[in-house]
């Protein structure tokens, strides 16, 4: 009897200790946009970003803006009993923050103004850590990218990659290059520009330093031109198919690249004239060459698709007044051209994602680079919502998760020059990471917000959605993020109903 009470109290202490260890790591709980001196993910499953299957449960331990360790999970660790703050992750699964590669900052669409904030919230908000912005106004962006830096606003770090238009001659490409290097260009976005120009422009480039983004466009200049010229990515597809062409492309005799009506649905049938003999020759050479190839797949969907495309679930809530306006069919606003489209030119572009698709997963099977962008404000597409579901394409283009996750994580890093401290769980990388309230390996299309497919909610229980992001060790509560997103539409669409 007297042994049987002895086991009974120290069940009843053992109790009191888990219960008082409870009590602290509440205590503890992280707070949303507030750095801690020690942060600690604790009984995580950890994936790090280089197509390595998940492991766990790991705490991650956090000192300021740098991972510090990564160590077994343990109850009693020492670096739980010193930590300031405590995200709890049992269940959950840990990845990188993820890098968009093809961003634009607008703070107005159709003339009407929308902030900043409603885009990093987004962002942010769909485990977005770092973007690099590939054409905006540069002197807004500059202090945005500052501001961030400082995290004196909640914002994604950012590369900006500024946008070079065409000059008449060499003198003042050169000179623009050295200009835009000086206000303060991480690497430049070039657009359409013809070879000569191309190739000189990307020569200054070089000797500033910068890396090149580059949206070929249907001109003379094509992948083989990048491939010379050591182009950084390319961004879309333009020029790798019209780089392996028997010819030039069958355009009609009336088309008009200037009519984007025209210049999108002819986009949709070039694929199909590709010689693959050729097509394996570039892919080869802008592997051997370094040239990354950041897809977008997302952008032009509603291309394929365009009913899915209008009437996206997260549009109700989230979709800002000014965005929907520019989306509405307008032949001022660049890519709002569906006021002819039409069942025919979907079926075409279902058939050229299955080309080009396939020309990705060669690409990345020869040992190429793969990122990721989803170049939203654009074409029925949001901040956001556009890169999770960038990752859904890549997945359909062929890839394991696990690939999606590294092209989305580690090769964006790669992309960026940034490899060795950001797109990695890894010790002496900065803290960018994302704390996913259930396994996106299973489902990809877990990592959406809740409360967007009523389906998938009643499916997964309490499971879903990306419940913090950690930018630079600061973590930021995803569903906050996204409520304040909320209330900022609903405030603008009730500001446009009264004017």
Known sequence: MNRMRWVLALMGFGGFILSFQGIVAQ????????????????????????????????????????????????????????????????????????????????????????????????????????????????????????????????????????????????????????????????????????????????DEARKQGLRIAHHVGVEDAN???????????????????????????????????????????????????????????????????????????????????????????????????????????DPNYHGSFFFGWTNTDEVYWKENYRIWMRAVREFARMGGTVGTGEDAGFIYEMFGFGYLRELELHEEAGFQPLEVIQHATHNGAKILGKEKELGRIKPGYLADLVVVNGNPLENLHILYPRGINPVLDQQLGDRGGIEWTIKDGIPYHAPTLLKEVREMVKKAREAKKKS
């Open 223 to 329: 992948a083989w031109d990048d491939i010379r010229a050591g182009t950084t990515s390319i961004e879309h597809w333009y020029g790798v198919p019209d780089a392996a062409l028997d010819g030039v492309q069958h355009f009609p005799p009336d088309f008009n690249y200037a009519n984007e009506l025209d210049r999108f649905r002819y986009a949709g049938r070039l694929w199909r004239e590709v010689n693959r003999k050729k097509l394996r020759q570039v892919l080869q050479a802008m592997v051997d060459a370094g040239v990354a190839w950041d897809p977008t797949f997302a952008i032009y969907e509603a291309c394929r698709d365009l009913q899915r495309a209008i009437t996206k679930p997260w549009f109700k809530d989230y979709l800002h007044p000014a965005l929907a306006a520019f989306f509405t069919p």
């Open 27 to 202: 205590e503890k709980t992280a707070i949303h946009a507030q750095r801690a001196k020690q942060l600690v993910i604790t009984d995580a499953m950890m994936v790090d970003g280089v197509a390595t299957p998940a492991e766990g449960p790991v705490d991650i331990i956090i000192r300021g803006n740098r991972i510090e360790r990564i160590a077994r999970a343990r109850t009693n660790a020492e670096h739980r009993l010193k930590a300031d703050a405590i995200i709890p992750a049992k269940g959950k699964y840990v990845l990188p923050g993820f890098i968009n590669l093809h961003a634009h900052l607008m703070d107005s669409r159709a003339g009407q103004d929308m902030p900043f904030q409603y885009q990093y919230n987004l962002w942010l908000g769909c485990g977005i850590t770092t973007i690099r912005d590939v054409g905006s106004d540069p002197n807004k962006a500059v202090v945005q990218r500052e501001k961030s830096a400082k995290n004196e606003i909640i914002a994604p770090r950012m590369f900006l990659y500024m946008w070079f238009a065409s000059k008449p001659d060499e003198a003042s490409i050169r000179k623009r290059i050295r200009e835009l290097k000086k206000l303060g260009a991480d690497g430049l976005k070039f657009h359409q520009l013809d070879r000569e120009t191309f190739l000189i422009a990307a």
